[in-house]
């Protein structure tokens, strides 16, 4: 199981948080990191916040972050 993780502020911000949790640059994947389940309680101590499907969509738009995959 995985999770996704976002920055509702910037790129440079996900990744940053990304480094810290000591995920690899091959999990990030057009908008997000892809965290592994194992992880998901480490991220959530560094801060991330748990939201729904819908909700990360919905904050990645106002960013203006959200990358379609293309095809």
Do not use: C, N, Q, T
Not at 23 to 47: C, K, N, Q, T
């Amino acid at each position: 199981m995985w999770s996704h993780l976002v920055s509702d502020e910037s790129f440079a911000e996900l990744h940053a948080f990304a480094a810290r949790l000591g995920s690899p640059p091959r999990a990030f994947e057009r908008d997000h990191y892809d965290v592994p389940a194992e992880r998901y309680r480490a991220a959530v101590a560094l801060g991330a916040v748990e939201v729904g499907s819908k909700e990360l969509v919905r904050r990645l738009h106002e960013a203006g972050l959200r990358r379609r995959k293309h095809g």
